[in-house]
Each structure stands twice: as structure tokens, then as C-alpha cells.
């Protein structure tokens, strides 16, 4: 791929001692080391296979997929951490979605995918963790999706689907899910990643038994905080069970959406001391409402010139641990906001930033760039910003140049990229738009 556009501007940035960005950190659980405070987050790729009438075969890693993870890999990130891997072949957030089923054997064409996926990922240096995910009740293709209980929610703003009356899980079914994540971090493990990072945010399945908004079972996994939070410790607990000492264990879970029903500070301190306490390596803290459409759009002004969105709720979890390491992601798009956000937490993730300029990391390292390429998207936009990414992706893995959004005019094109993915229920297969 050639060099950037050289007409999209960047960020400004303070100065900044951006040696510190490059400093080693280690996770005193697993004992791995990742190169540098640089953090690729999550972010759903769609790159897999997909076909409605073969389900069995869905979520099998492309070349379009591994080819991303080649080019992240050169990117300068000490760790890269995958869009979410689900569980259940009908069962997953999007159409082209990776997909680990319960059953599925450490052989054959998925396996050898993921394989190639850690195997070009890790070339360069990078540790590689795939972020594992239930749905929930965003799950597609189920009349009744299983959530911590029986909830109805609205049609996701602007989303391509509407969300369905869930069922709450029984007893079985936990143990059948706890069974199905375990299994998926041994694959994985076998398969070559350093570690997987479990999805705790954003309302999919495992927020749902934290946010006591939509938790109000009367068993051992509802009611008191000890109790909604019993769920993942107990993944947690059967991952560590199943994967050798040194893979590593992460969590995503979220600052913002559970603050006024949900998850509140004081609790999501506690979690976060019984993470430390279960082994887990490091915690990711993020934001943002999927149903609402609205991922950073209430951030104060204040916060915006911070750059790290929810780094104030960092400041109120970091304190607390001394074990298990606190990275940030957020609204990061200068080298000096980066470097003074490791004031509080040991590491920052990237997202947007790295679909825009897959070599950011580095760039930032070498001195070569003070800050991420200035887009004109609407950072509020969940949406948008999905589109964006995802259409990069795709674009990379075909071995394209990634599309800049700095103009009014390549945001009006990618909204009607948006519109029809959209009326295509959520799916790139196929999809044009009229220019």
C-alpha cells in the first residue's frame, strides 16, 4: 500500500515525552509482555463468511480478515485486541461476525483460519487477543434471545435490526454458555492467540447480568452486586481452568452506559477488585449506548480537550488495582493527550484512529506524526463511525487504500454507504451504492 493522502490533515499536538507511549508493560498474571503502551481496541470486522441457507458454516475467517490483521500488525501496537468472536452459529451481532461454536473441533477449515489469523497478526511482534462475545439481545436469527432476564427493549437507533422480547437464562443455559467461552478460549489458545478478552460491555449478555436495570433475577446471579457479577467470575474462573498460565485474560466493561441504572462507580470498583482477585490481566475501559446510537456525542467539553472520554472513570478504578493493568479508549487523537492519560491508567486504545492510518502507533513512536488524520465524522455516531471502519477494512483487506472522511463529501458518500448496508440488513454482501 502507498503512503497517505498527503492533504488530510492531523491533529496538533502539545509537546509530549511520547518515549514513555514506548515503555514495556507486563501482566503480573499471565507473565506476557506486550512491546508498548499501544492498544488496538475492538472493533467488529464483518469479514467473515456469511450465507443465511449454510449457517454451519458461517464465521470462518477470510483472507479479506487476515489480511487486516497483517497490515495491524505492522501498525507499532505492543497489543491488538479483535472485533468480538460470539459463541453460537445464530447467535451472533452482524452478519460476517467470527464465529467459535460450542462444538466446534481443533481441526478443519475454521481452525486453520484462526490459525493464519494469529500466525500473520503476531508476526512483527505484537500480542494478539481475541475479544470473545454473547450477544445477548442483540443476538440476530432467534425469535427470543437469551439476556440475564425477560426485558423488551426498543429498535436500536438507526441500527438495522429491532430488538425482540429476550427470555432469561436458566440455569442450564449459564452452564452451557460458561462451557461454550471456555471452550472458545482453549480453541483460540491451541490456535495461537496470546489471550482472549471477555465482552462485558455495550448491553450484550454479560452486561446484562451487570446492569441492574436489566437484571432482576432472584437467584444466585441477580440482586446484590455479588451476585450479578458471579457470571463472568465464573467464565473468568473456567477460562484460567482450561488455558495455560501464560494466556491472557482481559475485560472489557463499560464507564458510562450502566452509570445511572446500572453499574455504578463505587461498583464497578468493587468488580474490578474481584477482577484482580480472579487473575484477570487487564481491564479496558470504554462507553457509549449501541441503542442509542450515541457513543460519545454526551462527553462535556471539558472531557473533549482531555481527549480520553472516560478517563475520568478510570481515575476512581485505577487507584484500586495494583495487579491487574487499566487501559483507556476513547477519543484519543493527539500524542500529548495520549501520554498524559498513562498519568492514570497503563495503557491507551486506538480504534477509529487505526482505520484511517493503520501505521498510526508507529508513526506516533518514530516521531514521524504528532496525532491521528482530523476526520469530519461526527465522533457521536455510532453508526457512522462503524461505517466508516468497517468500510476500511474491507477496503484494506482487498488490498485498497483506506477512505479519509476529512471532507463534507466523502461523509455525504459514506452516509449512503450506511443507508444501504443498512437496508440490506446489516450485510456487505452485494452492496453498491449510486454515485
Not at 429491532?162 to 449459564?174: D, G, N, S, V
Not at 479508549?329 to 492514570?344: E, H, I, Q, R, S
Request: a negative charge.
Amino acid at each position: 500500500m502507498g503512503e497517505l493522502t498527503p492533504q488530510a490533515p492531523r491533529w496538533p499536538s502539545e509537546h509530549a515525552d511520547r518515549l514513555r507511549l514506548a515503555e514495556p508493560l507486563t501482566f503480573e498474571f499471565s507473565g506476557r509482555t506486550t512491546s508498548n503502551r499501544f492498544m488496538k481496541a475492538p472493533m467488529t470486522e464483518q469479514l467473515c463468511t456469511f450465507d443465511e441457507n449454510n449457517m454451519a458454516e458461517n464465521g470462518i475467517p477470510t483472507q479479506l480478515y487476515q489480511r487486516c490483521y497483517e497490515k495491524w500488525g505492522r501498525g507499532g501496537m505492543g497489543m491488538m485486541v479483535t472485533g468480538n468472536i460470539v459463541l453460537y452459529t445464530n447467535e451472533l451481532m452482524f452478519k460476517g461476525d467470527p464465529i467459535i461454536p460450542h462444538d466446534a473441533p481443533f481441526s478443519g477449515e475454521r481452525f486453520d483460519a484462526f490459525k493464519a489469523v494469529a500466525a500473520v497478526g503476531k508476526a512483527n511482534g505484537a500480542l494478539l487477543v481475541a475479544q470473545v462475545n454473547h450477544p445477548g439481545r442483540y443476538s440476530m436469527f432467534v425469535d427470543s434471545p437469551v439476556s440475564a432476564s425477560a426485558i423488551t427493549k426498543p429498535k436500536v437507533k438507526n441500527g438495522p435490526w429491532e430488538l425482540t422480547i429476550t427470555h432469561a437464562a436458566t440455569q442450564e443455559e449459564i452452564r452451557n454458555i460458561i462451557a461454550a467461552f471456555s471452550h472458545a478460549a482453549a480453541y483460540l489458545s491451541e490456535a495461537g492467540f496470546d489471550g482472549v478478552q471477555l465482552h462485558a460491555a455495550h448491553g450484550f449478555l454479560m452486561a446484562s447480568f451487570l446492569d441492574a436495570s436489566t437484571n432482576i433475577r432472584t437467584d444466585a446471579y441477580g440482586g446484590s452486586l455479588e451476585n450479578r457479577m458471579r457470571f463472568i467470575l465464573e467464565v473468568g474462573r473456567e477460562i484460567r481452568r482450561v488455558t495455560p498460565p501464560d494466556f491472557i485474560l482481559g475485560i472489557k466493561i463499560n464507564s458510562t452506559e450502566f452509570q445511572d441504572t446500572g453499574l455504578v462507580t463505587d461498583e464497578a470498583a468493587v468488580l474490578c477488585r474481584e477482577l484482580e482477585k480472579n487473575s484477570f490481566d487487564f481491564v479496558e475501559l470504554s462507553g457509549g449506548s449501541i441503542e442509542k446510537g450515541n457513543m460519545f456525542s454526551h462527553v462535556r467539553e471539558t472531557t473533549r480537550k482531555r481527549e480520553a472520554f472516560f478517563l475520568e472513570f478510570a481515575e476512581k478504578i485505577a487507584p484500586k488495582l495494583s495487579r491487574t493493568k487499566v487501559y483507556v479508549t476513547g477519543g484519543f487523537v493527539t500524542a500529548a493527550g495520549m501520554v498524559n492519560a498513562l498519568d492514570t491508567v497503563d495503557g491507551v486504545g486506538l480504534a477509529r484512529a487505526l482505520c484511517d492510518d493503520w501505521e498510526l502507533c508507529r508513526r506516533l513512536l518514530d516521531g514521524e506524526v504528532d496525532g491521528a488524520i482530523r476526520s469530519a465524522l461526527n465522533q457521536g455516531d455510532f453508526w457512522q463511525g462503524l461505517m466508516a471502519g468497517n468500510r476500511n477494512m474491507r477496503l484494506v483487506g482487498e488490498y485498497q487504500e483506506p477512505k479519509l472522511y476529512w471532507t463534507a463529501e466523502a461523509v455525504e458518500e459514506l452516509k449512503l454507504w450506511y443507508e444501504a448496508w443498512a437496508s440490506n440488513r446489516g450485510s456487505w454482501k452485494n452492496l453498491t451504492i449510486a454515485k
